[in-house]
Protein backbone atom coordinates (compact mmCIF):
# COMPACT_ATOMS: atom_id res chain seq x y z
CA UNK A 1 0.00 0.00 0.00
CA UNK A 2 1.61 3.38 -0.97
CA UNK A 3 -0.27 5.06 2.24
CA UNK A 4 1.99 3.08 4.61
CA UNK A 5 4.46 5.43 6.34
CA UNK A 6 2.57 8.59 5.48
CA UNK A 7 3.21 10.98 8.55
CA UNK A 8 0.73 12.00 10.98
CA UNK A 9 0.12 15.59 11.31
CA UNK A 10 -2.23 17.65 13.36
CA UNK A 11 -4.42 20.16 11.08
CA UNK A 12 -3.19 23.98 11.57
CA UNK A 13 -5.04 27.23 11.28
CA UNK A 14 -4.71 28.02 7.35
CA UNK A 15 -7.55 31.05 7.20
CA UNK A 16 -4.61 33.20 6.17
CA UNK A 17 -3.69 31.20 3.11
CA UNK A 18 -4.58 32.49 -1.08
CA UNK A 19 -5.76 28.64 -1.92
CA UNK A 20 -6.56 27.54 -5.32
CA UNK A 21 -7.57 24.00 -6.45
CA UNK A 22 -7.22 23.21 -10.34
CA UNK A 23 -8.55 19.62 -11.15
CA UNK A 24 -9.18 17.86 -14.33
CA UNK A 25 -12.30 16.36 -15.87
CA UNK A 26 -11.25 13.12 -17.11
CA UNK A 27 -12.70 10.23 -14.88
CA UNK A 28 -15.43 11.80 -13.39
CA UNK A 29 -15.47 9.18 -10.27
CA UNK A 30 -12.20 9.16 -9.22
CA UNK A 31 -11.95 13.76 -9.37
CA UNK A 32 -15.31 13.96 -7.57
CA UNK A 33 -13.48 12.00 -4.71
CA UNK A 34 -10.38 13.78 -5.25
CA UNK A 35 -11.84 17.34 -5.23
CA UNK A 36 -14.29 16.03 -1.93
CA UNK A 37 -11.08 15.18 -0.18
CA UNK A 38 -9.32 18.09 -1.11
CA UNK A 39 -12.44 20.22 0.20
CA UNK A 40 -13.00 18.06 3.59
CA UNK A 41 -8.78 19.21 3.60
CA UNK A 42 -9.55 22.69 3.22
CA UNK A 43 -12.45 22.58 5.37
CA UNK A 44 -10.44 20.89 8.49
CA UNK A 45 -7.60 23.60 7.93
CA UNK A 46 -9.82 26.46 7.95
CA UNK A 47 -8.91 27.65 4.47
CA UNK A 48 -11.37 30.57 3.77
CA UNK A 49 -12.82 31.16 0.35
CA UNK A 50 -10.94 28.14 -1.32
CA UNK A 51 -10.82 28.99 -5.44
CA UNK A 52 -11.87 25.47 -7.63
CA UNK A 53 -10.68 25.69 -10.97
CA UNK A 54 -11.58 22.55 -13.53
CA UNK A 55 -9.66 21.81 -16.40
CA UNK A 56 -9.64 19.02 -19.22
CA UNK A 57 -7.35 16.64 -18.41
CA UNK A 58 -3.84 15.82 -16.30
CA UNK A 59 -2.29 17.57 -19.28
CA UNK A 60 -3.22 21.13 -18.35
CA UNK A 61 -2.74 21.08 -14.58
CA UNK A 62 0.67 22.70 -15.27
CA UNK A 63 -0.06 25.77 -17.12
CA UNK A 64 -3.52 26.39 -14.93
CA UNK A 65 -1.53 25.85 -11.80
CA UNK A 66 1.39 28.26 -12.79
CA UNK A 67 -0.93 30.93 -13.91
CA UNK A 68 -2.29 30.49 -9.98
CA UNK A 69 0.83 30.80 -8.71
CA UNK A 70 1.97 33.88 -10.42
CA UNK A 71 -1.43 35.41 -9.17
CA UNK A 72 -0.20 35.03 -5.57
CA UNK A 73 -1.96 31.77 -4.31
CA UNK A 74 -0.24 30.83 -0.87
CA UNK A 75 -0.71 27.34 -2.45
CA UNK A 76 -2.05 25.53 -5.29
CA UNK A 77 -3.44 21.95 -5.24
CA UNK A 78 -3.33 19.97 -8.80
CA UNK A 79 -5.46 17.02 -8.47
CA UNK A 80 -5.67 14.46 -11.59
CA UNK A 81 -5.63 10.69 -12.58
CA UNK A 82 -3.64 9.14 -15.33
CA UNK A 83 -4.39 5.31 -16.23
CA UNK A 84 -2.12 3.36 -17.67
CA UNK A 85 -3.50 1.99 -21.35
CA UNK A 86 -1.78 0.27 -24.18
CA UNK A 87 0.02 3.48 -25.64
CA UNK A 88 2.69 5.58 -24.69
CA UNK A 89 0.60 8.58 -24.09
CA UNK A 90 0.39 7.77 -19.97
CA UNK A 91 3.94 8.11 -19.66
CA UNK A 92 4.09 11.34 -21.55
CA UNK A 93 0.99 13.08 -19.53
CA UNK A 94 2.48 11.41 -16.29
CA UNK A 95 6.02 13.39 -16.96
CA UNK A 96 4.45 16.42 -18.49
CA UNK A 97 2.48 16.68 -15.33
CA UNK A 98 5.21 16.24 -12.27
CA UNK A 99 7.75 17.97 -14.27
CA UNK A 100 5.12 21.07 -15.19
CA UNK A 101 4.09 21.36 -11.08
CA UNK A 102 7.67 20.57 -9.91
CA UNK A 103 8.44 23.97 -11.93
CA UNK A 104 5.91 25.35 -10.99
CA UNK A 105 6.48 25.22 -7.42
CA UNK A 106 10.30 26.42 -8.00
CA UNK A 107 9.77 29.24 -10.27
CA UNK A 108 6.87 30.43 -8.34
CA UNK A 109 8.21 29.37 -4.66
CA UNK A 110 4.55 28.49 -4.16
CA UNK A 111 3.59 25.12 -2.39
CA UNK A 112 1.87 22.73 -5.25
CA UNK A 113 0.07 19.78 -3.72
CA UNK A 114 0.72 17.07 -6.00
CA UNK A 115 -2.92 15.21 -6.05
CA UNK A 116 -2.22 13.28 -9.42
CA UNK A 117 -2.33 9.82 -9.69
CA UNK A 118 -0.80 7.82 -12.00
CA UNK A 119 -2.21 3.96 -11.94
CA UNK A 120 -2.13 1.25 -13.77
CA UNK A 121 -5.89 0.29 -13.75
CA UNK A 122 -8.92 2.13 -12.64
CA UNK A 123 -9.37 -0.20 -9.58
CA UNK A 124 -6.13 1.34 -8.08
CA UNK A 125 -7.70 4.91 -8.80
CA UNK A 126 -10.84 4.47 -7.44
CA UNK A 127 -8.88 2.83 -4.03
CA UNK A 128 -7.26 6.19 -3.59
CA UNK A 129 -9.76 8.83 -4.34
CA UNK A 130 -10.92 8.94 -0.84
CA UNK A 131 -14.46 7.85 -1.71
CA UNK A 132 -16.55 5.17 0.32
CA UNK A 133 -14.58 2.15 0.67
CA UNK A 134 -10.86 3.37 -0.98
CA UNK A 135 -8.31 2.59 1.13
CA UNK A 136 -6.77 5.90 0.76
CA UNK A 137 -7.85 9.62 0.17
CA UNK A 138 -4.87 11.09 -1.89
CA UNK A 139 -7.20 14.36 -2.45
CA UNK A 140 -7.10 15.32 1.48
CA UNK A 141 -3.00 14.04 1.87
CA UNK A 142 -2.35 16.43 -1.28
CA UNK A 143 -4.12 19.50 0.16
CA UNK A 144 -3.13 18.98 3.60
CA UNK A 145 0.95 18.56 2.33
CA UNK A 146 0.27 21.69 0.08
CA UNK A 147 -1.03 24.04 2.97
CA UNK A 148 1.74 22.47 5.54
CA UNK A 149 3.96 23.62 3.28
CA UNK A 150 2.46 27.07 2.26
CA UNK A 151 3.08 27.83 6.14
CA UNK A 152 6.45 26.68 6.10
CA UNK A 153 7.14 28.98 3.65
CA UNK A 154 5.39 31.84 4.62
CA UNK A 155 7.65 31.23 7.95
CA UNK A 156 10.64 31.55 6.09
CA UNK A 157 9.90 34.53 4.31
CA UNK A 158 9.23 36.32 7.51
CA UNK A 159 12.64 34.90 9.38
CA UNK A 160 11.92 31.46 10.57
CA UNK A 161 11.51 31.80 13.94
CA UNK A 162 11.07 27.92 15.05
Given at each position: MSGHGAPSAEPVDCHD??????AASWHTVVM???????????????VEAP???RVPGTFELPV??????????DAVVALGVVIRGGTPHFDYVCTAA??????????H?????????????EQQALDRAGLE???EDKGYEATSAALVTAQTIKRIKRGYDA
Amino acid sequence: MSGHGAPSAEPVDCHDLRVAVVAASWHTVVMDGLLAGAQRALDTYRVEAPVIVRVPGTFELPVVAGALAAQGYDAVVALGVVIRGGTPHFDYVCTAATDGLGRVALDHQTAVGFGVLTCDTEQQALDRAGLEGSSEDKGYEATSAALVTAQTIKRIKRGYDA
